[in-house]
């Protein structure tokens, strides 16, 4: 290998400017989204808030109404991921690899583990939310369209695909939304001892 043939290198073997800079820029974000990890609420209060502001822009500017349907599709896309399991039962009925979800009463307790888990659903759909905001500075993402007809495709696709997100559900016995293993409570202690 010789001189400047590594990624990023420069002629004399060290690391360019724009390299670093670059390096130093991802180890920032990817701090700041380590930081924001344990603070849920807040990040999709912020995300809700940036949607909220998109939404108010694409008003204002009376366009760019293909970029808004084609977040919706993309945001609708993220959660099917979401409310999904990571490993499909449909495809794991007949054989025994990994893990599967319970489907008898006195089955033993398995935590549902999502396809897409909450962060990386929060940090695609503020991504996606960031990529329609700065589409609508450029008027070559302004096609027009009669919106209504958009408005109702998806409606009607949003209900299709809750459909079938629901029967599979209901099918294989899922629900995407536990809170860990049922606690069952004992005798209450009554504060005696038996030295008493």
Not at 100 to 122: A, C, D, G, Y
Not at 134 to 161: D, G, K, R, S
Request: hydrophobic share 45%; glycine share 6%.
């Amino acid at each position: 290998m010789s001189e400047g043939d590594r990624v990023g290198d420069s002629v004399h073997g060290k690391p360019s400017v724009v390299y670093r800079f670059f390096t130093r820029l991802g180890q920032i974000y990817q701090s700041w989204l380590d930081k924001s990890t344990p603070y849920t609420a807040v990040r999709w209060v912020v995300t809700l808030g940036l949607s909220f502001v998109y939404m108010i822009r694409v008003y204002l500017l009376q366009g760019w109404y293909i970029v808004t349907y084609a977040l919706g599709i993309y945001h609708l896309n993220l959660f099917i991921a979401f409310l999904s399991p990571k490993v499909d039962p449909s495809l794991m009925e007949d054989s025994d690899d990994g893990p599967s979800l319970p489907t008898k009463q006195n089955e033993e307790f398995r935590p549902f583990i999502r396809r897409l888990p909450e962060f990386k659903f929060w940090h695609a759909a503020t991504k996606g939310i960031l990529v329609a905001m700065i589409c609508t500075f450029f008027e070559a993402f302004n096609v027009p369209v009669f919106w209504p007809i958009l408005v109702m495709y998806f409606i009607m696709l949003f209900c299709i695909t809750m459909k079938r997100q629901i029967k599979h559900m209901i099918k294989y016995r899922y629900i995407p939304f536990t809170h860990g293993k049922r606690r069952y409570k004992g005798k209450e202690d009554v504060g005696k001892t038996f030295a008493s």
